[in-house]
Every structure is written in structure tokens, then in C-alpha cells.
């Protein structure tokens, strides 16, 4: 017997968890940017680097709760389908929060809003 509930769970945790590490390496990319072309240190650049430093902090979130859902936090994983929900509910608004402050543009969909769900 195959347990669908938990194939889609795993999943869904596997595409939020892939969309935190795209976001996370790409920050990273964008902060050495800045570094290695020394505008890091104008103000223009402190500013962008304040901002992906606070997209860091909100994807280190993202990643906690991503965390809690998996079960393999401290905190034991919530049980509820509304607070499942709220969970991933939080995690995107944690990524278009960071998106805006790291000079994304699009949008992407919500991977709890996917057709089929």
C-alpha cells in the first residue's frame, strides 16, 4: 500500500526546499558580486548588501519552517492540515519577501497553490 498523503507531503517539502536553496545561492552570488567589484563599500552598494543580508535572515526562516514540517526539528511537526497550511503560507510570503528585497522581479507560484492539490 502506498501512502499518497505523504508522497505529496515529501514533495511538496522537496520543491519549497529546492526554491529556499535556488534563493540562498543566488544572494550569495549577488553579495560576492558586490564584494569582488568593490561597490559593496559605496552607499549604493551597502544598501543592496543591507538588503540581501535581511533576504538571507528571511530564507534562514523559510528554511526553519521548512525544517518543523519535515519533522526534523526540535519542534515536533504540526499534525493539523490548517497548520500545515499556515506553515507553507508563511514560507511564501518568506520568499516574496526576499525576492523583493533581492531585486527579483517575477513571481513565482506558490507551490501550495499548484493545480491538483
Request: charged share 30%; net charge positive; no cysteine.
Amino acid at each position: 500500500m502506498v501512502d499518497l498523503q505523504g508522497a505529496r507531503h515529501e514533495r511538496r517539502l522537496e520543491m519549497y526546499r529546492a526554491r529556499v536553496t535556488e534563493r540562498l545561492r543566488t544572494n550569495r552570488a549577488a553579495v560576492e558580486t558586490l564584494y569582488q567589484g568593490g561597490t559593496l563599500f559605496s552607499p549604493q552598494g551597502t544598501r543592496a548588501g543591507r538588503a540581501l543580508l535581511r533576504a538571507h535572515q528571511l530564507l534562514q526562516r523559510a528554511s526553519t519552517l521548512l525544517e518543523q514540517l519535515s519533522g526534523d526539528g526540535v519542534v515536533p511537526a504540526p499534525r493539523l492540515p490548517e497548520r500545515i497550511d499556515e506553515h507553507y503560507r508563511e514560507v511564501d510570503t518568506l520568499l516574496s519577501r526576499s525576492d523583493a528585497l533581492s531585486g527579483r522581479n517575477h513571481r513565482a507560484a506558490s507551490v501550495a497553490r499548484l493545480p491538483g492539490r
